[in-house]
């Protein structure tokens, strides 16, 4: 799903706020030899992902040639997933399994336009920031479990463009 709410402020002047999320949840079940892995026991498997998303975003017509533009964006993701053996009556569970990352970025851009829209010069930047916690790895052998947590340092982009227009 997603909401979003745009208004617009002036005639110059506008913003815009949406909010989408996603969930997933699947479930699968394998008898002896199963059918996916070739599990010898019964085995019941949750699989569960979200990702979260906010933006904001303001527009501003600055001049008849200029228009400016900032915002804000925060992402959120998440996935778990259980395995359990379910032979007999109380299933005993088989591993689990989290990881969750979360990132988020602002921006500002300026556009110009010259020679009647013609030439047109832009001017933009971003600093985006991640971070992630350590997965949990529990139950069966984790090959990844030694790997901890990696965060990447804050990115730091900018760009400068020039177009021209020849009709």
Do not use: C, K
């Amino acid at each position: 799903g997603a909401v979003r709410f745009h208004h617009q402020v002036a005639p110059r002047a506008s913003w815009t706020l949406s909010y989408s999320p996603v969930n997933t949840r699947r479930p699968f079940e394998d008898g002896p030899g199963g059918v996916r892995f070739g599990t010898p026991q019964n085995v019941s498997d949750r699989i569960r992902g979200e990702t979260d998303m906010v933006q904001a975003r303001t527009d501003l017509l600055l001049t008849a040639e200029t228009i400016a533009s900032a915002g804000y964006g925060g992402e959120g993701e998440s996935y778990a997933s259980r395995s359990h053996d379910t032979r007999g009556g109380q299933p005993i569970e088989l591993s689990r399994t989290s990881a969750e990352q979360r990132n988020q970025s602002a921006f500002a851009q300026i556009q110009h336009s010259m020679l009647g829209n013609r030439l047109q010069l832009g001017l933009s930047g971003r600093v985006h920031a991640f971070r992630t916690d350590a997965p949990s790895f529990n139950g069966s052998i984790a090959p990844f479990r030694v790997t901890g947590t990696v965060n990447p340092p804050t990115a730091w982009t900018g760009d400068v463009a020039v177009s021209y227009f020849h009709f």
